[in-house]
Every structure is written in C-alpha cells, then in structure tokens.
C-alpha cells in the first residue's frame, strides 16, 4: 500500500522582477510559512507523517518542502524533481514513486497550481479529472500497490479554511 500526498505550495509572494528576476526564485511569505506550520501541525495529529517529500525546485515549493519536514516528517529527505516543475511529468513521477515506494509507504509531492489539481485528478480519475488546489492545500490518495494513473482512492483534502488555519 501507497499514500501520496499531494501539495500545493503555500502563499507565497507577489511576482516582483526587482526583488526576485525570475518566478523560479520566488519565496512563501512570513505570514505564508506561519500558517501552512499550523495546518502540517493539525496534520501531524491526524497521522500525516510521509516518509520522503518530492519538490519541486523552484524556492516557494522548496520551502513549503521543508516545513513538512521541519513538522510532520523531521527524518523525511526532501528531493528536487524537474517532474514537479510547471508542467508536471506525470509518468517521471509515478516511475520515481514507484523505486520510493520499495522502503517508503508515505510519499509527498510539493507542487504548483494548475499541475497538482490535474495530477491528483489522473491518480483518482481519467484523463478529463482535475481538482481545484488553494495555496497550501493537501491531498492523501491511497493506491492498493504502487501508484497509477486511474488508481487511487482520495483519503481525505483538506485547505487551511478547512483546518481552521
């Protein structure tokens, strides 16, 4: 059995060439970082531990990367994957959970918006499946085995609205 969570980053700040020259260096926001730290804490309570975080990248999914580390999943390696870029690679994704998934039953992808709902929609639906994500918004599918698309079965989404957060 296989759980992936799927991530969207948190808030993260406006797009300023002066402050960061390209998107890719574009960081979360204090208030951003606060309270995506307390939806992974309400998270922890309810069993949310992945036992490697996938990211992608680019400096906001990178960081909410590792506030999932810092509070669900401190033993948790966090790796960069292109495949979580803008314009996600699904089938490099599902190949690389698969080769995690021999030692980790618990595995996140930190993600961007439109990619994660439309990655999460292929794990649980057809090609036509897509999901709307608000920042910080985490999804758990569960697959009987290794991940594939059309496979899944949706645990549990939940936003930080949800939490209360």
Not at 12 to 39: I, N
């Amino acid at each position: 059995m296989t759980d992936v969570y799927v991530i969207r980053h948190a808030w993260a700040e406006d797009r300023d060439l002066f402050q960061w020259p390209t998107d890719r260096e574009r960081p979360l926001t204090r208030e951003g970082r606060k309270r995506f730290a307390a939806m992974m804490e309400r998270l922890v309570q309810r069993g949310f531990r992945p036992q490697v975080v996938a990211t992608s990248p680019l400096v906001r999914c990178r960081q909410t990367a590792e506030i999932v580390t810092e509070v669900a999943a401190p033993e948790a390696p966090i790796i960069d994957l292109e495949a979580l870029e803008p314009g996600s690679n699904l089938e490099s994704l599902l190949a690389w959970t698969a080769r995690e998934a021999d030692d980790q039953g618990q595995v996140a992808w930190v993600g961007h918006a439109p990619d994660v709902g439309w990655l999460a929609g292929r794990l649980i639906g057809t090609r036509a499946a897509d999901m709307r994500f608000a920042k910080g918004a985490v999804a758990a599918i569960r697959f009987a085995g290794y991940p594939a698309v059309g496979e899944g079965e949706l645990r549990w989404f939940v936003t930080a609205k949800v939490l209360g957060c």
